[in-house]
């Protein structure tokens, strides 16, 4: 059964940095596009980022450009996504998602398999 697990979330400071991490398993990550998402409380889920299945093509919200970036490691069937300096605004679960379609994409309807998400807070 295909399943994608995060790790990597937590508490951190405002201007602070964390790196997440999305693995795959039950299946091959190479051959699927991957997206971060998030999901505030009260508000609708968000793409984030998002990378095609050979990583040559990356996409971000306006609102991560220059402060996100996403990777994967095919070898290691896992996706990254770096975060630096983060904001309160940047408060939410974040999701991995995969979806059977080499390019990449911010719209959560388009994939297929989720990760359950993981907490990242950003407060002094």
């Known amino acids: 059964q295909p399943q994608l697990v995060e790790s990597g979330g937590g508490l951190v400071q405002p201007g602070g940095s964390l790196r997440l991490s999305c693995v795959a398993s039950?299946?091959?990550?190479?051959?699927?596009?991957i997206g971060w998402f998030r999901q505030a409380p009260g508000k609708e889920r968000e793409g984030v980022s998002s990378?095609?299945?050979?990583?040559?093509?990356?996409t971000y919200a306006d609102s991560v450009k220059g402060r996100f970036t996403i990777s994967r490691d095919n070898a290691r069937n896992t996706v990254y996504l770096q975060m630096n300096s983060l904001e309160p605004e940047d408060t939410a679960i974040y999701s991995c998602?995969?979806?059977?379609?080499?390019?990449?994409?911010?719209?959560?309807?388009?994939?297929?398999?989720w990760g359950q998400g993981i907490q990242v807070s950003v407060s002094s």
């Open positions: 990378i095609s299945a050979g990583g040559t093509v990356q």
């Open positions: 039950g299946f091959a990550l190479g051959y699927y596009a």
């Open positions: 998602a995969a979806r059977s379609v080499k390019g990449p994409s911010l719209n959560p309807g388009a994939f297929d398999v």
